[in-house]
């Protein structure tokens, strides 16, 4: 298995496990409404409990991204052997994508770096305008196919 | 390879600041796939987005780097810039659109955006098959048979639209000639030429001179990737790198 493949299959599972969360969360909001007081035997409170379901897709955003932005930190210094440590605009948008990249392949792993950020630092805002909310199934797909641009031979 | 958009000629540059504003015009759309935006969420968003309503789109634009365009693609284009400008320059840089000024906006934008369209489109499909007659003509001096297949490209501001894949039958070996798209980073379309099956390519790509290049980093390492003019030697070249590797 390539890097690249293994890279990509990282993404896979974390958005699998996106896809679990989502089946637990279910059914702890059908335990909840059953009994609201479930999780104080489990040592969290209700409000924890409505917090974890509300931000499931923001949490898996965050995984996501986070697992790209090492791949592409792992690829700028061992690939391309660089011992400098650019920011990730600049990594993503100009240091590793070369003509075998699609413009809007760059642009839309962009968009999901520029939304974790906002969860990130401004989880309590709406969105700025300039945002564009991305779904984690979205996510996942833009940023595997960004990395499937990067060199095999990695 | 970094590419700054500052280092694009003029023309790359208007046509690349239309396609932006493109993407920024679709994104509500976007946001409605998102479960954490309610409906007056969503309105709001509709209404208060409209940044691509700005002359500042058509800034770069001039008449005469269109020159080699038919003339009526020509004057279309040099009329929905004009009132695209007309209707976005109404708007205060300060204050949102009006909904007069953004449903006349949008007409205007959508306009401008088709007229772009085409006018890239002529052109990059045209600079496509030229390449690919290219390929056709030396596969066929040096023996072998190719054959066309459609694929459909989606891309921003040019939405789907067809491009053929030229598959070439060398011998036994498979190579592929596949899409890639227009809008690429330091260039003005690209095609992979790939041995099948395998990962190994070879990155073609079209520059702002118009010529086409390729880069051979097989088994060398981005850096060791030189480009080299695309031509008949060149082709013939890469197939036998490509054979060389699996």
Redesign the interface.
Known sequence: M?KREFRIKRLKAVAEEYRAAQSAATLLGEELKKNPSFGDAHGWSNTAGKGFQNNL??TFIVRLYAEFEATLRDYWEK???RDTRPPMYQLLR??I????????D??NAD?VRIYRNHLIHDSED?PP??I????VR?AELYLRTYLSRM???W | VVVETDMLPRPAEFIQDVRRAARLEQKPKVLTDSSKLGPDQIAAALHGAAIWLTPKIVEKYASEDFGECPADQQERLRLAVETFRGVAGEVPPDKPATGDQLARGLTAFHELLAAVRDVVLREWTNAVERFIRDAEGWVAESGWRSRRVERQVNEALLGTYPLPQLQVFAEADLYVFDPVGRFVPGGMGAYDLAIQPSYYLTSLYRDYDGRWYGRLDVGRGIEGAARFPWDKEAFLGCLRELRSLV
């Open positions: 390539t897709e923001a690939y391309r052997e100009h240091a994508p070369d003509q075998r990249f699609r413009q809007d760059i642009d968009d709406e305008e300039e564009v909310v991305v779904s979205d060199h095999y031979d």
